[in-house]
């Protein structure tokens, strides 16, 4: 009788904690910014995700240069005309502000989503934007927690 109610307790303790691991998202739209680790510049990522039926249906994003109140966009090269570095940067980091929405619809999964190469910047603000985005959608049920006793 032990060994059954041990399994018992076994198989509710691994449920409870897959359902823990597989938080449902609430349908709605959730916004989230972030800076990620770029704390000193001025630019923030900001992305929109819109939920139905649990599922992701909807992403946008954008980077926002704070300092000169405006977009990064396919353009922001030009605020470097002498140095064709920084503008090849701007050029492979707007590829990704295209990329990662798409992909995120594609995937569904925020760590599938690969940074391309030469857009590690835009990667990262997408990534922890959408996190905490993602963060606000998350059901909050305390339904998927057992309490579980055992009784000799």
Request: contains cysteine.
């Amino acid at each position: 009788m032990n060994k059954i109610i041990l399994f018992i307790a076994l198989l509710a303790f691994i449920f409870s904690f897959i359902s823990a691991q597989t938080t449902a998202l609430r349908n709605g739209v959730f916004e989230g910014r972030s800076c990620s680790i770029y704390g000193v510049e001025p630019y923030v990522g900001v992305t929109i995700i819109k939920i139905e039926n649990g599922k992701i249906i909807k992403v946008t994003f954008q980077i926002i240069d704070t300092t000169k109140n405006e977009y990064f966009d396919q353009n922001y090269s030009t605020h470097f005309p002498t140095q064709p570095i920084y503008q090849e940067q701007c050029k492979a980091d707007w590829k990704g502000v295209l990329y990662y929405p798409v992909q995120l619809l594609k995937k569904q999964d925020l760590n599938n989503v690969d940074a391309l190469t030469g857009a590690t910047w835009s990667h990262n603000l997408f990534v922890s934007s959408t996190a905490i985005a993602l963060k606000k959608a998350k059901a909050k049920t305390e339904n998927n927690k057992f309490a579980i006793s055992i009784s000799q």
